[in-house]
């Protein structure tokens, strides 16, 4: 996996085509529960990633995202 598409949870994301901070709730295939059917169904796999975010009423939503879709928004220091 390329160093540029590894996340962890906690990490602040989004996507390579959005300005729409998520935080990253878990990676797929971290938990014993993933459920891999309805996973490998819409295609994911494992490593892809499970984000939250506040859509513009406030209201928490979540998705998974490929990796390959996300860039880590770096902290200003």
């Known amino acids: 996996m390329d160093k ?3 996340f962890t949870k906690g ?7 959005g300005n729409t ?9 971290s938990e014993k529960e993933d ?3 309805f996973i490998d169904a819409r295609g994911y796999e494992t490593g892809d990633v499970v984000c ?3 859509d513009s009423e406030n209201h928490t939503k979540t998705d998974i995202f490929k ?3 996300l860039e880590l928004i770096k ?3």
């Open 4 to 6: 540029t598409t590894e």
């Open 52 to 54: 939250e975010w506040a």
């Open 11 to 17: 990490d602040k994301v989004r996507t390579k085509f």
């Open 21 to 29: 901070e998520m935080i990253v709730v878990r990676l797929i295939g």
């Open 67 to 69: 990796r390959s879709s």
């Open 35 to 37: 459920e891999f059917v």
């Open 75 to 77: 902290n200003k220091e």
